[in-house]
């Protein structure tokens, strides 16, 4: 069992920044794959950000790249997703999510066994 839980969401005006933050219980973390994703209101929930195991590797959606970077601390069973320029378009629910099997496709949501609740991140314009 893995257990996860964002913080770090709230509300910003359009050009600001965010640090989201996962922190996870329960299994070894430096083992498993996580990413993030987000859902906003009447529309389906779409892939952020992934970063494997030792952190070597991140992906990201287009949406985002250049804007967000996904990053994690082992040492502190932590992942996180800083968020700069934010746009109104970002204003979602942000979750985290975790692979522990190691299937290593990021960016589809059936990928990951553990979800965390989630956090609300609003963009004012």
């Known amino acids: 069992q893995v257990q996860l839980v964002e913080s770090g969401g709230g509300l910003v005006q359009a050009g600001g920044s965010l640090r989201l933050s996962c922190a996870a219980s329960?299994?070894?973390?430096?083992?498993?794959?996580l990413g993030w994703f987000r859902q906003a209101p009447g529309k389906e929930r779409e892939f952020v950000a992934g970063?494997?195991?030792?952190?070597?590797?991140?992906y990201y959606a287009d949406s985002v790249k250049g804007r967000f970077t996904v990053s994690r601390d082992n040492g502190r069973n932590t992942v996180y997703l800083q968020m700069n320029s934010l746009k109104p378009d970002d204003t979602a629910v942000y979750s985290c999510?975790?692979?522990?099997?190691?299937?290593?496709?990021?960016?589809?949501?059936?990928?990951?066994?553990?979800w965390g609740q989630g956090t609300q991140v609003t963009v004012s314009s």
């Open positions: 999510a975790a692979d522990v099997s190691g299937r290593g496709r990021y960016s589809t949501d059936t990928t990951y066994e553990y």
């Open positions: 329960g299994r070894a973390f430096s083992v498993y794959n």
């Open positions: 970063i494997n195991w030792s952190g070597r590797y991140t």
